[in-house]
């Protein structure tokens, strides 16, 4: 009888720890597969935005064109300087230049 409750114990024993390596492996594994996912989420993302970089740095190139600021300027109704005069500042002011 009591070989029997020992082998018993042994075998629930056993069962239980096969149980919990079960349960921490498919916790790992799907763990491990979220990751995964996560990354292919950012590889998407970044391809995005670099999509998106690309179309600035045209963007930027054309307004920073001179025939660009030379139209927008006409579109504007800029009138030509005709005499310019300048505000001294004192050297003691808190906003002269240094």
Request: aromatic content about 8%; hydrophobic content about 45%.
């Amino acid at each position: 009888m009591n070989k029997i409750k020992t082998t018993n114990f042994s075998v629930v024993l056993l069962v239980l720890i096969a149980g919990a390596l079960f349960v921490a492996y498919a916790l790992l594994a799907a763990n491990a597969l979220r990751a995964e996912y996560a990354i292919e989420d950012m590889k998407d993302r970044a391809k995005e935005v670099r999509k998106e970089v690309d179309q600035l740095r045209i963007r930027l190139s054309e307004v920073s064109s001179l025939d660009y600021v030379l139209e927008r300027s006409d579109t504007l109704s800029y009138t030509e300087i005709q005499n310019v005069s300048y505000i001294e500042r004192p050297s003691d002011s808190p906003f002269a230049a240094r």
